[in-house]
């Protein structure tokens, strides 16, 4: 199993540009979800799915977008990127249990790191 | 809104110290609680977790935390630390209110 990836590991655009960041897991995980990791303040959830076809905000979710058409895999796009968003990003997975999102292990990715100039 | 503290934003130790890092949370209810820890160059994974019955819980690699449900903690421990442990180490505090909340992260340096 390859587990939790992503691409690409680094980025730089500038700003107003848009982009994907791509992750897939092969687990076969109901719940995916992304994070974006500033020094300090931990982890923050940005956007969350449930299951193919079904997402939803976290945290901290304005100028970002998701889909999820598979199980495997759930796209974060930046819609016109901000020097706000030059961040680590995390996507994660974990099994749909009797918890919701988050309730149980999470299994992350390598990390994307993006820098908004 | 709910909250997770994490006071020590970086810890120095010598090897064969022992170690305790401090987790609070703000939430009166039902909670899972979680330590994640990045190892440098590595992906977050999971160092333990509590979600109910014996509040002493232990992890991977001789690392153990209690929950004390009237103090909201939920602090990390471990009686000697070695270099390799050198780390990021991250509580997170699960609710089906606030779903997951991560602390800031403590960063933790072992002097060989």
């Known amino acids: 199993n390859a587990g939790v990836t992503q691409t690409p590991k680094f980025q730089v655009l500038k700003t107003g540009q848009s982009m994907t960041l791509q992750c897939a897991q092969d687990m076969n995980h109901e719940y995916m979800s992304w994070y974006r990791q500033d020094p300090g303040m931990g982890l923050r959830l940005i956007h969350y799915?449930?299951?193919?076809?079904?997402?939803d905000q976290g945290e901290v979710p304005n100028g970002y977008n998701v889909s999820r058409s598979t199980t495997e895999d759930f796209p974060l796009r930046l819609l016109s990127a901000a020097p706000s968003q030059t961040s680590v990003y995390f996507c994660?997975?974990?099994?749909?249990?009797?918890?919701?999102?988050?309730?149980?292990?999470?299994?992350f990715g390598p990390g994307t790191r993006l820098t908004v100039l | 809104a709910q909250s997770v503290s994490q006071h020590n934003h970086h810890v120095i130790l010598s090897e064969a110290a022992s170690l305790e890092l401090g987790c609070n949370y703000s939430y009166g209810g039902t909670v899972n609680l979680f330590w994640y820890v990045q190892y440098p160059g590595q992906h977050l994974q999971l160092l333990l977790k509590?979600?109910?019955?014996?509040?002493l819980v232990k992890g991977i690699k001789g690392f153990e935390a209690e929950f004390i449900k009237s103090k909201f903690s939920f602090n990390l421990r471990k009686p000697s630390v070695q270099w390799s442990d050198t780390a990021e180490y991250f509580c997170a505090v699960y609710s089906s209110a606030s779903k997951i909340i991560f602390g800031s992260g403590t960063r933790l340096s072992i002097r060989p």
């Open positions: 799915s449930v299951g193919a076809g079904i997402t």
């Open positions: 509590y979600f109910s019955g014996d509040p």
């Open positions: 994660a997975s974990s099994y749909s249990g009797t918890s919701g999102m988050g309730g149980d292990t999470q299994y």
